[in-house]
């Protein structure tokens, strides 16, 4: 299992204790500390180590446009203004990529932050968030994709942060000729990552 951890890539900042708490979980969610950092790769024939991270490529994350704030608004309204019940929107991210085999299995993880509307915002409110692996250039194409959700319990002080980690986006790797440079994980909220699964339709018989 080779493993290749790309720092943090900030852009927002949080109150200090709120900082500090999601700043941990996102290291210990992301092997940070890890005691095991000197042991080496060495080959049964006694040769140099070997470098299982040579020529793993970990995309970068970046956000969907128009997808990088989740507005909600009281019933029948629009969300602005005075209608707003609560917005979300994505602080920092962070990703980690693992070779096994002829897969890559990739953790992402995402920290954002939910405020208050002047509407009001209900006691409990989940968040929707779509992760997908997309090899751009002419013809985009996706190769991964899964929602995730998550869900925030509001407080008086009507700003509260969240943090969503997914750990199961597996794609392939590339293949010989694709270039894997790139490869980007987008990610952006989906408010149809809501809506209850749709039932896969039966075939008909012969």
Do not use: W
């Not at 951890?5 to 940070?32: I, Y």
């Not at 694709?178 to 008909?204: C, H, S, T, W």
């Amino acid at each position: 299992m080779a493993a290749v951890l790309v720092a943090m890539s900030v852009a927002g900042a949080a109150p200090p204790a709120a900082a500090q708490s999601l700043t941990d979980r996102f290291k210990n969610l992301f092997g940070g500390g890890s005691d095991d950092k000197g042991q080496q790769n060495l080959p049964a024939n006694g040769g140099p180590p070997v470098d299982p991270t040579e020529g793993l490529t970990c995309p970068p994350v970046n956000i969907r446009a128009g997808a990088s704030t989740y507005a909600v608004a009281t019933p029948g309204k629009q969300a602005v203004g005075n209608d707003v019940r609560f917005q979300a929107s994505i602080t920092r991210t962070a990703r980690e990529c693992n070779l096994n085999g002829a897969e890559i299995v990739a953790k992402v993880g995402i920290q954002g932050r939910v405020v208050v509307g002047p509407a009001g915002a209900p006691a409990s409110i989940d968040i929707p968030m779509r992760i997908a692996v997309v090899q751009g250039g002419v013809g985009e194409k996706v190769i991964a994709t899964k929602s995730y959700r998550t869900t925030v319990q509001m407080t008086e002080e009507g700003s509260v942060p969240f943090t969503i980690v997914a750990e199961d986006m597996v794609y392939p790797v590339p293949p010989p000729g694709a270039n894997a440079d790139n490869y980007v994980f987008y990610i952006g909220f989906d408010p149809q990552a809501l809506g209850p699964e749709r039932p896969r339709a039966k075939k008909a018989k012969k």
